[in-house]
Nanobody, 116 residues
């Protein structure tokens, strides 16, 4: 089994920054993809960014140039640095670990609110 524990959410003003962290523990395979998703009220969960164990990254168009995903394989941790935050970035952010087809694990979610 795998556990994902997120941290770093909170309230920030527009234009501000936050850094999310997600630490994984349990049966972690060496080859996997870690990602961050978000879900705003009344909307579907969407991919924000992902990074493979080899370091290949993928970003949603809405966050390109503002968010950066990174990972520390030794610590089984993935980070999401969010800069130039906008009110439309407000959502619950979920950490995801994918270890193969239909093998997905999710964190409990952390609230990010961008408001003045």
């Amino acid at each position: 089994q795998v556990q994902l524990v997120e941290s770093g959410g909170g309230l920030v003003q527009p234009g501000g920054s936050l850094r999310l962290s997600c630490a994984a523990s349990g049966s972690i395979l060496s080859i996997n993809t870690k990602g961050w998703y978000r879900q705003a009220p009344g909307q579907q969960r969407e991919l924000v960014a992902s990074i493979t164990s080899g370091g290949i990254t993928n970003y949603a168009d809405s966050v390109k140039g503002r968010f950066t995903i990174s990972r520390d394989n030794a610590k089984n941790t993935v980070y999401l640095q969010m800069n130039s935050l906008k009110p439309e970035d407000t959502a619950v952010y979920y950490c995801n670990l994918n270890q193969g087809p239909r093998i997905n694990y999710w964190g409990q979610g952390t609230q990010v609110t961008v408001s003045s």
